[in-house]
């Protein structure tokens, strides 16, 4: 707090006059504040932005906003701009407007007064013009001219201008919020849509401009920034995006604002050097220490003064001196964990009527922290295995038994020898990825026996291999060096966040084995095509039971029969003679977008068939499978054009010789993404409540559109498959 501190009053006790040079040095700042999971950084960050909003004055503007588990794009339009006050808006760019208009009426000594109180801001601009029957036009034009001069966009300067004019307000603040410019503005020069990072990350620099060049402090905390900002997100893996994130890290020292991140380590990794350098203020959260703790306690309890008696500390009972190191030591002074153990651990005391113990420690810590049964976090990873299409054996037993082992950390009995929970078996080299589980580690003989466990699976494996765990509980601190020293990754189970976290990094080091088999890409190629396979079956067993629900046995025989002619004619299709090839590695993701497409388009097929079937319980859902049936279509070109525009671009015979590599396909593959997003808009919400019925019914949950990644395969593959290809690309030698 006190680093922090130390530059947020650096930065309010900076000059604050205004300056509308574009390129003029600011004093702006930008705070990194950077921990693990519970260490107080939103804590830290909300702190530093009440401290600001009390000693900042009327002229310094905060906005606070969580990142989104998405894109810059989306931090913009879902997050930055909802939190913008359309009113203050108008406030900053009447201000520019009335320096223009002070300019004017400066030269003369009859306006001359006028013109030092439109300065002061003691006089409306617009009522100065029409008073003084001044040509509003001319002076609208000069502002216009100001404003794109200052943001450094020219669209931006007009529709800022535009804004001051009542007619022109509604259209201006849509466009602003990320939507298709209005042809008013569009016969204006205001043309372009906020829909990319690039764009939305210039945008929000505009307003950094906007208010700083006007003397306000422009202050924006991003908290969770890792969702949008690290490796896996769709934003890192542009290099256009990354840059343009930096490029804002420039604006906000030009302006004199303040941009606080907040977030895990990861955000951190994917700066470049120089973009880290304009990084003022790298703040880590320092882990609470014994003495903090007994403080935290005194103030919890009330207790000011002391209460000596009964073998405590002063004021700290029931907690002795013993039982809070113990506690801190398991917690590795993470605020969240110290607090959370010393909470129930107080409860726990309380109703027993005894002090509290180290085992109590312990015994609190497994029950808050193995919420899940190791049966369900079992489950948890068969469903995350079962949508990536990974082929995986339970309880795998290497060739090379080592030691016996009694009971296996997960809970469940092993045989002797050498095993792991999961093992993902990739090439037929005896390489894969083990999985081990295990309950909460709390004891030098629980972290000794998982290491243990650790080292015999990565010496037992014949081939390439990762081991990961997976603990179900709680890790100590002070043991977790010693519990994964032999393991790749390790994962701390939260219901939350762990299949997406997990399901990542499952794909990361998977794609880290498949790349030490580029001999075999024949083995490869097939292993990925099972993968698909696996993905379509569980996509179409899924859906068995909505057909037999909406359709009768005779609308199934048309869709079967329909879809043997169309999978015989795929077959026989192949590829011209006269068609450019893609490397087999970078075909698979086509074909597997490709299969996905077909599969979901059979079953809208099935479904408008119903209609016609007299024991159709819903008949009024046809029209809306519209806007979804033409969007299969739509994508189906779109994917098409996608991949033979790739196709062309990586022909070996358009290579000249003058690089080794194939041209950099990014802007296809961004154009790509930009034309999936808008395609995957048609999606309608009730035909997906029919193809989701029994998962919806099943479990409980109502339908929600935020759901849709995580409900409709098809969109997870649609949406990946232009950075799966860039991916490829990058890597494709000819």
Known sequence: MRQALDHVRAFLSASGEPTDAPRSGGSGHVIAVVGEYGTGKTHLTIELLHWIQEHGGGTTHTLYVDAPSDTFQALYKDRFFPKLDKDDVRRRVTEYYADVVAEELADSPLTADAARMLRDRRLNPQEVVRRLGLSESRFLQALRARLGNITEHSDFGTALALFLRPEFEAAVWEWLAGHPADPVLRERGVVRTIDTDISALEAI????????????????????????????????????????????????????????????????????????????????????SAEDTRGYIRHALGRTGGHPGGGHSAGLGPFSEEVIAYLVELAGGNARKVIRLCYYAYQAAATAGTDITRAMIREVARDQFEASSPQDVRAEIVRVLDSGGWAFELNHRFETAGESGDSGSSGGPREPGTAVDFWLPVGGEGAGLGIVLSQSILNDEEALRVAAQGEAASAAASGPSFVVLVVNGYLAENLSE???????????????????????????????????????????????MNQLMRQTSGVRSSLDDIGSRLTSPALLERAVARGMRRAFSAMGEGESAGEVLLPPDISLPFRQAAAELRAWQEIADTLIDSAFEDELRHPHFLPSLVKTTGMFHVQQRTLSVFRDAVAHALDPERNDGRESRGPDISPLCHRYDRLTRKNLEALDDEVLEMLFARRMRSSGARWQPRDLDSAFPLVRVLKDLGRDVYELSRSYLY
């Open 482 to 528: 010693v519990a994964t020293e032999h393991f790749e990754r390790a994962f701390s189970y939260a219901p939350r966040r762990f299949p997406d976290d997990f399901a990542a990094a499952v794909k990361g080091l998977m794609q880290r084995l498949e790349s030490t088999f580029n001999d075999d890409r024949i083995s490869l190629i097939e292993s990925r």
């Open 205 to 288: 620099g505009v307003f950094a401009f906007l208010y700083g060049r006007q003397g306000h402090r422009f202050v924006l905390a991003v908290d969770e920034f890792e969702k949008v900002l690290s490796r896996g997100t769709r934003s890192a893996q542009h290099e256009g995006s990354v840059l343009a994130f930096k490029k804002l890290l420039e604006v906000f020292a030009q302006t004199g604002s303040l941009l606080i991140l907040s977030g895990l380590p990861d955000f951190m990794e994917i700066l470049p050097a120089d973009a880290q350098q304009r990084i003022s203020c790298l703040v880590r959260p320092t882990a609470l």
